[in-house]
């Protein structure tokens, strides 16, 4: 699969120390919400590959032999439209950065989806505000990978 380049944007500064310590600790990968999912599933008997750079979308959680991915997402960050979404928010300050940003999140998960689809794999999509109810989550896990 060809890379694609992409502009590099410049981040607005930082309004304030705090600000800039928590955004430098965002992480791509071992997120917290990925590391339950993963735990949850370790402890459920399944073992996975991560990050697999060779499918679309380099999903967090991948079985090979079952052609099946896993993607965990933050509610903010991949702006979760569930109304129902306790952690859905919005940044209330440099729109004019924020907004194409997440956009642009947003259309790349929308393509990554569909390619993922195209090569004949399934994919699960976990959000971050679904970690609530651990019951829940297992039975939806279970269900994708046992599913054919």
């Not at 380049?5 to 304030?16: D, Q, T």
């Not at 209330?92 to 956009?103: A, E, M």
């Amino acid at each position: 699969m060809p890379r694609v380049r992409r502009s590099r944007l410049i981040s607005p500064p930082a309004s304030s120390d705090a600000v800039r310590a928590v955004m430098r600790a965002n992480k791509k990968r071992d997120t917290g919400p990925e590391l339950v999912v993963r735990r949850m599933l370790h402890e459920l008997g399944y073992r996975y590959r991560l990050h697999a750079r060779d499918v679309p979308g380099n999903p967090d959680i991948v079985f090979r032999r079952r052609r099946k991915a896993i993607f965990v997402h933050g509610c903010f960050w991949h702006q979760h439209q569930d109304q129902s979404c306790p952690l859905r928010s919005h940044p209330r300050s440099n729109l004019t950065y924020w907004g194409p940003k997440f956009q642009r999140n947003v259309e790349r998960d929308q393509a990554n989806a569909r390619l993922i689809n195209d090569l004949g794999w399934r994919a699960l999509l976990v959000w971050e505000c679904e970690l609530i109810d651990n019951n829940r989550l297992r039975a939806k896990l279970i269900k994708f990978l046992e599913s054919p």
